[in-house]
């Protein structure tokens, strides 16, 4: 337990930010899972209009340190690269 009121003051505001960082982690996740379903079902436009959601939720993940840049460039480019290949297919 923190002893000091600074340690007390930090666990508070550290307990706030992971609820925070937690919402927008859980989003772009949600948004990538909803892409890759949409995909695998074959309906390419929804998962167009689901795809550029997912991209701009990673990005604004990235843009506020809650996952890494890199990690969301890899996930943004996995989820576009099925994207392509499903549009290949259907073609």
Known sequence: MANTQSAIKRIRRSERRRII???HRSRA???V???RMLIAAGQIEEAEAAAR???SSLDK???K???HKNKAARSKSRLLKRLSQAKE???
């Open 53 to 55: 959601v997912a991209v």
């Open 33 to 35: 899972k909803r892409t």
């Open 21 to 23: 960082n937690q919402v």
């Open 89 to 91: 297919t259907v073609a």
């Open 65 to 67: 340190g809650i996952i």
């Open 29 to 31: 996740r949600t948004y």
């Open 61 to 63: 993940a990235a843009q």
